[in-house]
């Protein structure tokens, strides 16, 4: 495998499951990001991983839960979601976070998620 | 408050032709820009970037502009090719910062 990798590729649950959305990278970078793209809207950024340490937190309703086991590794649980919440969720990572000179992230083909 | 703005959600242009996409953006303290390209089912993937202290980045058929002055950048696809048909998303960058801060999207459609 190579890039970044994320399954499932699509998911519906329903609002009282419990799922949980895995992302891996084989790029040897450090820092991870987890991003929301909505209809007619930008991505959104949800979450980032820095040397598997949290950097960034951007007022995700606590249903999304991350964890990040390590620099390789993202996941995203997701509890008691709304049909709202229906989206498609990208992950990316990056060489670090912070400097203009490595922002560049490469992304996953991203989960398609249903709530009904 | 956006601070990425792509005001055209969708483009159309001839095969051949040039294809210009348009970004603005709000904040001046912005030093990086990327432009990613997304097909359906697929994640975006990294186009071109361009730092604050150019104006101007060539890659092949893409070249990036950035006007700093008018916090604007375009990016010049020529000749457009069918295969270039994609949504294309304007980012930003603060050094101070990191993230990326992406625009909504612009639908580009290379007819033959």
């Known amino acids: 495998e190579t890039g970044v990798t994320q399954t499932p590729r699509h998911l519906v649950m329903g609002m009282t499951n419990k799922k949980s959305l895995k992302c891996e990278q084989h790029?040897?970078?450090?820092?991870m990001y987890w991003y929301k793209q909505s209809a007619k809207k930008p991505l959104e950024l949800m979450f980032v991983y820095n040397f598997k340490e949290q950097t960034e937190n951007n007022s995700v309703p606590s249903r999304f839960s991350p964890e990040c086991p390590n620099s390789s590794h993202l996941f995203l649980h997701l509890h008691t979601l709304q049909p709202e919440d229906s989206a498609l969720y990208l992950c990316?990572?990056?060489?670090?976070?912070?400097?203009?000179?490595?922002?560049?992230?490469?992304f996953g083909p991203g989960t398609r998620l249903t709530v009904l | 408050d956006q601070q990425v703005k792509q005001n055209s959600p969708s483009l159309s242009v001839q095969e051949g032709r040039i294809s210009i996409l348009n970004c603005d953006y709000t904040?001046?303290?912005?030093?990086?820009f990327l432009w990613y390209k997304k097909y359906p089912a697929e994640g975006p993937t990294f186009l071109i970037s361009i730092s604050s202290i150019k104006d101007k980045n060539e890659d092949g058929r893409f070249t990036v502009f950035l006007n700093k002055s008018a916090k604007h950048l375009s990016l010049h696809i020529v000749p457009s090719q069918p295969g270039d048909s994609a949504v294309y998303f304007c980012a930003a960058s603060a050094w101070s910062q990191g993230n990326l801060i992406f625009g909504k999207g612009t639908k580009l459609s290379v007819k033959p």
């Open positions: 790029l040897g970078h450090n820092a």
């Open positions: 990316a990572s990056s060489q670090d976070q912070g400097t203009s000179n490595h922002n560049e992230q490469f």
């Open positions: 904040n001046s303290m912005f030093d990086y």
